[in-house]
């Protein structure tokens, strides 16, 4: 099978009517995964083609014996490299957890997949401690972007594996965590669709953590509903698969404060006819000047979140191994200690603050709405040098780390002309309004999608 027929929809469907079977499935993945001229060696930090024949054989057997199996029962799902297997060393992404011991439990979001009946083909790889958008792994290689393969460019981070290996057909569907856009991200370079749900929406225990308050787990696909039926896994709640907002009521606000500054032209234009073709479609598009996007920079100068609640988990390993890390991540992670306790205490204060604030543009509006990233995905060789990596690092994470912090949920569709460079478009909502969103989000796809 082609990846486009990788959606969750189309294998579902497949296998319940018997044209499929969850063997083929397994092994076209294993097949993609081990091609010599692919991107198998650096999508796949490890593969579990035996754990994965067996649990496909054993949903073959279930549908054979006509027993009512679960809707995604033998589908293939990709793991990044920082949740916990049973019986797997969770390195995420760096050398120096090679030698921990092995996870005793699955992590609570791969323990509901499985129970749901995904097969799990093995751990993908990321950028190192997921501390980066850009999806740059010196320890494990860095899986290319499907577009323009032989320039190489970068596939976003930080679940890089996660989205090359469902561009390239190696799994249905990756799990992933954002933090500040790292399913996002790499959808919205790759082509794909990715949602980062409220943060206490799915348990995070079992996923080596990058910021408590900020991470959120979620999973990137081909299309909306795959994304929402990941979603409906891991925590609880029905999909809701054939729920579409009414395009015409929906009014959606385009912020003119940091978003749209620096957008390259196959962005700018991606991005203005996807806005044009919903005012059209019946949506009201607001300008919006959301002039709380530019105090962001400043509330998080010293480094926020991520470097405070990083930096003592890592203190003792960085002492111990420091030269085993990727110099770009640890650089990022020491910044946590010049951080005081007053420095987190005025953190906490100033959010609750701006959340506050910000929260306000929603009361008359339905979504905000903006490119992913400003720019498609550089070439890797762009980013040789620690200055361009840091500059374009920092480009990257803008637009959606700011849902992180504002404690929201968002989606990143592709909305490029095909066959060009791949550009998302993020929709995002408050916290807590998932439901809705994934209702917006199919609306739009379906609209984007009639070309």
């Known amino acids: 099978m082609t990846p486009p027929d990788m959606s969750l929809e189309h294998l579902s469907?497949?296998?319940?009517?018997?044209?499929?079977?969850?063997?083929?499935?397994?092994?076209?993945?294993?097949?993609?995964?081990?091609?010599?001229?692919?991107?198998?060696?650096?999508?796949?930090?490890?593969?579990?083609?035996?754990?994965?024949?067996?649990a496909a054989d054993a949903a073959d057997?279930?549908?054979?014996?006509?027993?009512?199996?679960?809707?995604?029962?033998?589908?293939?799902i990709s793991i990044k490299d920082l949740f916990d297997i049973e019986g797997q060393v969770t390195a995420a992404g760096s050398r120096v957890l090679a030698d921990a011991p092995p996870a005793t439990r699955d992590a609570a979001a791969v323990a509901r997949l499985r129970a749901a009946g995904f097969v799990i083909i093995g751990r993908t790889n990321m950028t190192e401690f997921a501390y980066s958008g850009l999806g740059l792994n010196p320890h494990y290689g860095t899986p290319l972007n499907p577009y323009d393969r032989k320039?190489?460019?970068?596939?976003?981070?930080?679940?890089?594996?996660?989205?090359?290996?469902?561009?390239?057909?190696?799994?249905?569907?990756?799990?992933?965590?954002?933090?500040?856009?790292?399913?996002?991200?790499?959808?919205?370079?790759?082509?794909?669709?990715?949602?980062?749900?409220t943060a206490a929406r799915v348990p995070a225990t079992g996923a080596f953590p990058l910021s408590t308050t900020l991470d959120s787990i979620g999973g990137i696909g081909h299309t909306v509903n795959c994304c929402a039926a990941v979603d409906a896994v891991l925590s609880g709640d029905?999909?809701?698969?054939?729920?579409?907002?009414p395009l015409a009521s929906l009014r959606i606000g385009v912020p003119r404060t940091l978003v749209l500054d620096g957008m390259d032209g196959n962005v700018a234009a991606a991005f203005e006819a996807s806005l044009r073709r919903l005012s059209q479609a019946g949506a009201a598009i607001v300008d919006l000047p959301f002039a709380e996007?530019?105090?962001?920079?400043?509330?998080?100068?010293?480094?926020?979140?991520?470097?405070?609640?990083?930096?003592?988990?890592?203190?003792?390993?960085?002492?111990r191994h420091g030269d085993r890390y990727d110099p770009r991540v640890r650089v990022r992670i020491e910044k946590g200690a010049r951080l005081t306790a007053q420095d987190i205490a005025a953190l906490h204060a100033?959010?609750?603050?701006?959340?506050?604030?910000?929260?306000?543009?929603?009361?008359?509006?339905?979504?905000?709405?903006c490119p992913t990233v400003p720019v498609i995905a550089p070439a890797v060789r762009e980013l040789a040098s620690d200055e361009a990596y840091g500059?374009?690092?920092l480009l990257v994470l803008r637009n959606p780390t700011f849902?992180?912090?504002?404690?929201?949920?968002?989606?990143?569709?592709?909305?490029?002309?095909p066959g060009t460079a791949p550009v998302g478009l993020m929709l995002a909502a408050l916290g807590g309004q998932d439901r809705r969103l994934l209702a917006a989000a199919r609306a739009v796809e379906a609209l984007l999608a009639a070309r």
């Open 13 to 54: 469907t497949g296998l319940d009517a018997g044209r499929l079977t969850s063997r083929e499935l397994v092994e076209a993945c294993l097949a993609r995964i081990a091609d010599p001229s692919g991107e198998g060696t650096r999508v796949y930090t490890r593969v579990d083609a035996v754990g994965a024949r067996h």
């Open 61 to 76: 057997a279930a549908r054979t014996r006509g027993e009512r199996t679960r809707r995604h029962a033998g589908i293939p």
């Open 151 to 197: 320039t190489g460019r970068i596939p976003g981070g930080s679940s890089s594996g996660a989205a090359v290996s469902v561009t390239d057909g190696m799994a249905a569907v990756g799990l992933g965590t954002d933090t500040g856009g790292s399913c996002r991200i790499p959808a919205a370079l790759t082509g794909l669709t990715g949602f980062k749900p």
């Open 238 to 245: 029905p999909a809701y698969p054939d729920e579409q907002a």
């Open 293 to 319: 996007l530019s105090e962001l920079a400043a509330i998080n100068a010293k480094g926020g979140y991520t470097a405070a609640e990083s930096y003592p988990l890592h203190r003792d390993m960085m002492a």
């Open 350 to 369: 100033q959010r609750a603050d701006w959340i506050r604030r910000a929260s306000r543009h929603f009361e008359t509006l339905d979504l905000i709405a």
């Open 391 to 393: 500059r374009t690092n």
């Open 403 to 417: 849902v992180n912090f504002l404690d929201g949920c968002a989606i990143s569709l592709p909305c490029h002309e």
